[in-house]
Protein backbone atom coordinates (compact mmCIF):
# COMPACT_ATOMS: atom_id res chain seq x y z
CA UNK A 1 0.00 0.00 0.00
CA UNK A 2 3.04 2.17 0.49
CA UNK A 3 4.27 1.55 -2.72
CA UNK A 4 1.09 2.50 -4.19
CA UNK A 5 0.48 5.47 -2.32
CA UNK A 6 3.64 6.55 -3.83
CA UNK A 7 2.97 5.72 -7.24
CA UNK A 8 -0.44 7.37 -7.05
CA UNK A 9 1.62 10.59 -5.91
CA UNK A 10 3.73 10.53 -8.40
CA UNK A 11 0.99 10.64 -11.20
CA UNK A 12 -1.22 13.21 -8.79
CA UNK A 13 2.38 15.51 -9.46
CA UNK A 14 2.67 14.80 -12.93
CA UNK A 15 -0.91 16.03 -13.67
CA UNK A 16 -0.25 19.01 -10.97
CA UNK A 17 3.06 20.53 -13.56
CA UNK A 18 0.75 20.22 -16.63
CA UNK A 19 -1.64 22.00 -15.13
CA UNK A 20 -4.16 19.38 -14.62
CA UNK A 21 -4.78 20.60 -10.81
CA UNK A 22 -8.46 18.86 -10.61
CA UNK A 23 -6.88 15.34 -11.53
CA UNK A 24 -4.25 15.81 -9.50
CA UNK A 25 -5.80 16.36 -6.11
CA UNK A 26 -8.13 13.35 -7.65
CA UNK A 27 -4.94 11.28 -7.07
CA UNK A 28 -3.12 12.55 -4.17
CA UNK A 29 -6.33 11.74 -1.89
CA UNK A 30 -6.51 8.63 -3.34
CA UNK A 31 -2.82 8.27 -2.61
CA UNK A 32 -3.09 9.69 1.31
CA UNK A 33 -6.17 7.09 2.04
CA UNK A 34 -3.63 4.41 0.71
CA UNK A 35 -0.75 5.72 2.86
CA UNK A 36 -3.50 5.86 5.60
CA UNK A 37 -4.33 2.57 4.52
CA UNK A 38 -0.94 1.23 4.96
CA UNK A 39 -0.48 3.08 8.29
CA UNK A 40 2.66 4.72 7.20
CA UNK A 41 2.76 8.40 8.77
CA UNK A 42 5.62 9.25 7.22
CA UNK A 43 4.22 8.95 3.68
CA UNK A 44 1.48 10.43 4.80
CA UNK A 45 2.97 13.56 5.77
CA UNK A 46 4.99 13.61 2.36
CA UNK A 47 1.84 13.58 0.62
CA UNK A 48 -0.13 16.22 2.86
CA UNK A 49 3.61 18.35 2.30
CA UNK A 50 3.30 17.87 -1.72
CA UNK A 51 -0.41 18.42 -1.72
CA UNK A 52 0.42 21.92 0.64
CA UNK A 53 2.71 22.61 -2.38
CA UNK A 54 -0.39 22.92 -4.98
CA UNK A 55 -2.04 24.85 -2.67
CA UNK A 56 0.76 27.61 -2.94
CA UNK A 57 1.05 27.54 -6.03
CA UNK A 58 -2.74 28.43 -6.95
CA UNK A 59 -2.44 30.60 -4.55
CA UNK A 60 -5.03 29.38 -1.65
CA UNK A 61 -3.23 30.21 1.48
CA UNK A 62 -5.78 29.05 4.11
CA UNK A 63 -5.66 25.48 2.46
CA UNK A 64 -1.71 25.63 2.37
CA UNK A 65 -1.34 25.99 5.81
CA UNK A 66 -3.58 23.60 6.65
CA UNK A 67 -1.89 21.07 4.70
CA UNK A 68 1.46 21.84 5.80
CA UNK A 69 0.42 22.08 9.56
CA UNK A 70 -0.92 18.29 9.34
CA UNK A 71 2.10 16.96 6.74
CA UNK A 72 4.70 18.82 9.82
CA UNK A 73 2.29 17.17 12.39
CA UNK A 74 2.35 13.59 10.99
CA UNK A 75 6.34 13.51 10.45
CA UNK A 76 6.54 14.65 14.29
CA UNK A 77 4.43 11.74 15.44
CA UNK A 78 6.25 9.58 13.60
CA UNK A 79 9.40 10.31 14.03
CA UNK A 80 10.36 10.83 10.78
CA UNK A 81 14.06 11.45 9.96
CA UNK A 82 15.47 14.96 10.52
CA UNK A 83 15.86 15.50 6.62
CA UNK A 84 12.40 15.21 5.65
CA UNK A 85 11.22 16.64 8.66
CA UNK A 86 13.40 20.07 7.53
CA UNK A 87 11.54 19.50 3.93
CA UNK A 88 7.86 19.31 5.16
CA UNK A 89 9.19 22.53 7.58
CA UNK A 90 10.69 24.38 4.46
CA UNK A 91 8.14 23.27 1.45
CA UNK A 92 5.00 23.26 3.72
CA UNK A 93 4.90 25.21 6.76
CA UNK A 94 7.68 28.28 5.81
CA UNK A 95 6.05 29.03 2.23
CA UNK A 96 2.30 28.38 3.52
CA UNK A 97 2.49 30.62 6.45
CA UNK A 98 4.59 33.43 4.07
CA UNK A 99 1.29 33.01 1.97
CA UNK A 100 -0.79 34.03 4.67
CA UNK A 101 0.98 36.80 5.32
CA UNK A 102 1.26 38.51 1.90
CA UNK A 103 -2.36 38.18 1.60
CA UNK A 104 -3.07 39.31 5.21
CA UNK A 105 -1.36 42.74 4.46
CA UNK A 106 0.55 43.04 7.83
CA UNK A 107 3.85 43.60 8.75
CA UNK A 108 3.33 40.68 11.71
CA UNK A 109 6.77 40.27 13.48
CA UNK A 110 5.99 37.72 15.59
CA UNK A 111 5.00 35.75 11.96
CA UNK A 112 7.84 36.70 9.99
CA UNK A 113 10.40 35.59 13.13
CA UNK A 114 8.00 32.29 12.74
CA UNK A 115 8.92 31.89 9.15
CA UNK A 116 12.56 32.94 9.61
CA UNK A 117 12.50 30.22 12.21
CA UNK A 118 10.96 27.29 10.01
CA UNK A 119 13.73 28.14 7.80
CA UNK A 120 16.61 28.06 10.51
CA UNK A 121 15.26 24.58 11.02
CA UNK A 122 15.25 23.61 7.47
CA UNK A 123 18.60 24.86 6.47
CA UNK A 124 20.04 22.93 9.57
CA UNK A 125 17.87 19.37 8.64
CA UNK A 126 19.50 19.65 4.83
CA UNK A 127 22.71 19.96 6.54
CA UNK A 128 22.92 16.10 8.32
CA UNK A 129 24.13 13.49 6.33
CA UNK A 130 21.65 11.31 5.00
CA UNK A 131 20.43 8.44 7.39
CA UNK A 132 19.44 4.87 6.61
CA UNK A 133 16.13 5.56 7.97
CA UNK A 134 14.97 7.78 5.33
CA UNK A 135 12.71 5.86 3.28
CA UNK A 136 13.84 4.10 -0.51
CA UNK A 137 10.93 6.78 -1.82
CA UNK A 138 11.78 9.78 -1.06
CA UNK A 139 13.57 11.63 -3.86
CA UNK A 140 16.78 12.75 -4.45
CA UNK A 141 17.42 15.84 -2.14
CA UNK A 142 18.53 18.49 -4.10
CA UNK A 143 20.55 21.27 -1.96
CA UNK A 144 19.63 24.16 -3.78
CA UNK A 145 15.59 23.78 -3.74
CA UNK A 146 15.49 25.03 0.07
CA UNK A 147 17.77 28.31 -0.64
CA UNK A 148 15.24 28.77 -4.22
CA UNK A 149 12.15 28.28 -1.86
CA UNK A 150 13.87 30.67 0.86
CA UNK A 151 13.73 33.32 -1.54
CA UNK A 152 10.07 32.98 -2.05
CA UNK A 153 9.14 33.31 1.41
CA UNK A 154 11.14 36.31 1.65
CA UNK A 155 9.55 38.22 -1.38
CA UNK A 156 5.99 37.07 0.31
CA UNK A 157 7.24 38.80 3.27
CA UNK A 158 8.25 41.72 1.66
CA UNK A 159 12.11 41.25 3.16
CA UNK A 160 13.12 41.56 -0.63
CA UNK A 161 16.86 41.76 -0.27
CA UNK A 162 16.78 38.59 2.02
CA UNK A 163 15.04 37.01 -0.93
CA UNK A 164 17.78 38.84 -3.81
CA UNK A 165 20.05 37.25 -1.89
CA UNK A 166 18.46 33.45 -1.08
CA UNK A 167 17.73 33.27 -4.86
CA UNK A 168 21.52 34.54 -6.37
CA UNK A 169 22.59 31.88 -4.10
CA UNK A 170 20.37 28.95 -5.54
CA UNK A 171 21.26 30.78 -9.17
CA UNK A 172 24.50 30.01 -8.46
CA UNK A 173 24.56 26.72 -7.48
CA UNK A 174 22.18 25.61 -10.19
CA UNK A 175 23.70 23.84 -13.33
CA UNK A 176 22.08 23.64 -17.14
CA UNK A 177 18.59 25.01 -17.72
CA UNK A 178 16.44 22.03 -16.01
CA UNK A 179 13.12 23.53 -14.67
CA UNK A 180 14.29 24.16 -11.08
CA UNK A 181 16.73 26.22 -12.51
CA UNK A 182 13.94 27.40 -14.45
CA UNK A 183 11.87 28.57 -11.37
CA UNK A 184 15.00 29.38 -9.37
CA UNK A 185 15.29 32.27 -11.99
CA UNK A 186 11.95 32.99 -11.98
CA UNK A 187 11.89 33.50 -8.14
CA UNK A 188 15.39 35.80 -8.75
CA UNK A 189 13.01 37.69 -11.16
CA UNK A 190 10.23 38.52 -8.65
CA UNK A 191 12.69 39.10 -5.87
CA UNK A 192 14.49 41.87 -8.24
CA UNK A 193 10.96 43.32 -8.96
CA UNK A 194 10.09 43.69 -5.26
CA UNK A 195 12.87 45.63 -4.70
CA UNK A 196 12.23 47.90 -7.35
CA UNK A 197 15.26 46.97 -9.77
CA UNK A 198 13.70 46.44 -12.38
CA UNK A 199 16.11 45.70 -15.36
CA UNK A 200 17.39 43.11 -13.11
CA UNK A 201 14.39 41.65 -12.66
CA UNK A 202 13.48 41.65 -16.61
CA UNK A 203 17.42 40.16 -17.25
CA UNK A 204 16.55 37.35 -14.90
CA UNK A 205 12.53 36.48 -16.51
CA UNK A 206 13.79 36.86 -20.02
CA UNK A 207 16.47 34.29 -19.69
CA UNK A 208 13.69 32.10 -19.15
CA UNK A 209 11.52 32.05 -21.89
CA UNK A 210 13.93 30.36 -24.54
CA UNK A 211 13.81 27.49 -22.15
CA UNK A 212 9.63 27.22 -22.03
CA UNK A 213 9.46 25.34 -25.27
CA UNK A 214 12.41 22.51 -24.34
CA UNK A 215 11.13 22.30 -20.86
CA UNK A 216 7.27 21.67 -21.45
CA UNK A 217 6.20 22.94 -17.87
CA UNK A 218 2.49 24.18 -17.96
CA UNK A 219 3.51 25.32 -14.03
CA UNK A 220 6.68 27.30 -15.60
CA UNK A 221 4.64 29.15 -18.17
CA UNK A 222 2.04 29.99 -15.75
CA UNK A 223 4.78 31.57 -13.29
CA UNK A 224 6.13 33.79 -16.08
CA UNK A 225 2.81 34.99 -16.82
CA UNK A 226 1.75 35.53 -13.39
CA UNK A 227 5.91 37.54 -13.05
CA UNK A 228 4.21 39.32 -16.48
CA UNK A 229 1.47 40.13 -15.11
CA UNK A 230 3.03 41.93 -11.98
CA UNK A 231 4.86 44.10 -14.91
CA UNK A 232 1.62 46.38 -15.40
CA UNK A 233 2.79 49.54 -13.12
CA UNK A 234 5.88 49.61 -15.76
CA UNK A 235 3.36 49.12 -18.76
CA UNK A 236 5.64 52.04 -20.79
CA UNK A 237 9.24 51.14 -20.00
CA UNK A 238 10.86 49.93 -23.48
CA UNK A 239 12.20 46.51 -21.45
CA UNK A 240 8.75 45.79 -20.61
CA UNK A 241 6.90 45.98 -23.63
CA UNK A 242 9.80 43.86 -25.01
CA UNK A 243 9.62 41.12 -22.28
CA UNK A 244 5.89 40.74 -22.49
CA UNK A 245 6.50 40.51 -26.45
CA UNK A 246 8.70 37.69 -25.79
CA UNK A 247 5.42 35.88 -23.61
CA UNK A 248 3.12 36.80 -26.18
CA UNK A 249 5.32 35.31 -29.28
CA UNK A 250 6.01 32.14 -26.92
CA UNK A 251 2.61 31.70 -26.33
CA UNK A 252 1.34 32.06 -30.22
CA UNK A 253 4.31 29.21 -31.00
Known amino acids: MTAAADMTCL ?3 MAFDVGRNGLAQRHFAQ ?3 MAKAADDSVMAGWILGVMSHQAIYLDRPTEA ?5 AAADAARQANAPARLTGRLALGSQALATALVVRH ?3 NDLHTVRQVERLLGEAERAYAQEPTDREPAWLPPYDSTKIVSEAAR ?3 MLGRHQRAIERAEAALGAQKGTTRSAQLARINAAEAYLGAAELEQALDHAGAVIPTIPSLSSPRLTGRVRRF ?4 EPYGDHVGVRAFREQVRAQAAA
Not at 228 to 231: Q, S, Y
Request: aromatic fraction near 10%.
Open 104 to 106: ADT
Open 11 to 13: AGW
Open 228 to 231: AATL
Open 153 to 155: SWH
Open 31 to 33: ALR
Open 65 to 69: LRLAN
